[in-house]
Structure formats: C-alpha cells, structure tokens
C-alpha cells in the first residue's frame, strides 16, 4: 500500500489545501456504512464525507486509478448511487448531528493519479440524486438481486473472454459450487 500513496501524497496534498481553504468540514472518513434495500443489503466504506460552508453534504471516493471522464459514467457510477442512498436514508445524519443544518451535495470521485488544467487532481462530479432518481437506484439495486438470489439464470458464453485461437478449442469450465455438475465443456 505504500508505493501507491507515496506517488500521490502531492495530489492528495494539493486537494487538501483547497479543501481547508474552502472552509469545509471533514465529518468523516472511511465510514462504515450499511442499510437494505428490500432483500439486499449494501454495505461498504464511504473514503470521504465533506461538509461545505452552506450545509452541503459531499461524499468523496478516493481513486488512484486512471480517470473516468465520461460524464454519463460518472453519472450512473454504482458506488456514489449507494453513498448517496446512504444519505438520503439518513445513515450519516448521527455523525452530522452537531453540525446543524445539512442537505445532499452530491458526490465525487477524486481523481489523484492525473490532474487536469492547473491541478494536481481531478474530480468528477455526480449531481445530487433526486427522489426519481434514488428510486431508480433501489430498483437496480433490486434488479441486481433478484439475478443474484434466482437459482438459475441463462447466460451467453463470450468466446473471446474465454481464450484465444481456435474456437473449437475453447472451454467452459463449469465450477460444482456454482453449476452443480463441475464439468469441463468443450464449446463447438
């Protein structure tokens, strides 16, 4: 873990700088977090909750990886869905109580790994969810269950994901715990 926040300390730092010259709050960092959406359960750790000089509560996640810069991704990103369902389910508000007065700001990625203009960093930005649209997370989080919990589902092989060469030498092999047969299948 060492070698990859060393090379990033500069990033990270410069961030730091302008949040503290920003006037924001940090409320928390790596905060656990769980709640449910019917039958599934969402866990995970929330990198960074900012609050901001006008009440605006900014989860951050932290990434050191190459950047997504595609507005759409970073709209639909899974990750910052869940963080923000978190708030809106009032999972944080404990750790805000004696801050006073909040709303949802949204949520990020930070980018530290590559910078764009003057900047060491990068953030891309996902817009406060609505209530249409934090019901459109919970039903994807349902969906996502409800493939998981079936006990069975089709599935379409990709031959390219499984080797390289002749097709008529690829192999599905099929594990016991999860096709009950443990098979080895020659496709053709």
Same mark, same amino acid.
């Given at each position: /873990? $060492? =070698?990859? &926040? *060393?090379?990033?300390?500069?990033?990270?730092? %410069?961030?730091?700088?302008?949040?503290?010259? %920003?006037?924001?709050? /940090?409320?928390?960092?790596?905060?656990?977090?769980?709640?449910?959406?019917?039958?599934?359960? /969402?866990?995970?750790?929330?990198?960074?909750?900012?609050?901001?000089?006008?009440?605006?509560?900014?989860?951050?996640?932290?990434?050191?990886?190459?950047?997504?810069?595609?507005?759409?991704?970073?709209?639909?990103?899974?990750? &910052?869905? #869940?963080?923000?369902?978190?708030?809106? %389910?009032?999972?944080?508000?404990?750790?805000?109580?004696?801050?006073?007065? =909040? =709303?949802?700001?949204?949520?990020?990625? *930070?980018?530290?790994?590559?910078? /764009?203009? #003057?900047? &060491?960093? !990068? %953030?891309?930005?996902?817009?406060?969810?609505?209530?249409?649209?934090?019901?459109?997370?919970?039903? !994807?989080?349902?969906?996502?269950?409800?493939?998981?919990?079936?006990?069975?589902?089709?599935? $379409?092989?990709?031959?390219?994901?499984?080797?390289?060469?002749?097709?008529?030498?690829?192999?599905? =092999?099929?594990?016991?715990?999860?096709?009950?047969?443990?098979?080895?299948?020659?496709?053709?």
């Amino acid at each position: /873990l $060492e =070698h990859v &926040l *060393l090379p990033v300390n500069g990033l990270l730092a %410069e961030y730091l700088t302008d949040f503290e010259r %920003e006037g924001k709050t /940090l409320i928390g960092a790596e905060s656990r977090f769980g709640l449910e959406v019917d039958r599934a359960k /969402l866990t995970g750790s929330i990198d960074r909750v900012e609050l901001s000089p006008d009440g605006a509560v900014v989860i951050v996640d932290l990434k050191t990886g190459t950047p997504i810069t595609t507005q759409s991704k970073i709209d639909e990103h899974p990750q &910052l869905g #869940a963080y923000q369902l978190a708030y809106a %389910e009032g999972i944080l508000d404990e750790a805000l109580a004696e801050y006073g007065e =909040h =709303h949802a700001g949204g949520a990020k990625l *930070l980018f530290v790994k590559q910078g /764009l203009g #003057a900047k &060491l960093y !990068r %953030e891309g930005t996902q817009r406060t969810l609505d209530a249409d649209q934090l019901e459109q997370f919970r039903q !994807r989080v349902r969906g996502a269950a409800s493939l998981i919990a079936a006990a069975e589902f089709a599935g $379409e092989a990709d031959l390219p994901v499984f080797g390289r060469g002749d097709p008529s030498r690829l192999r599905l =092999h099929r594990v016991p715990g999860v096709s009950s047969d443990g098979l080895v299948k020659t496709i053709r």
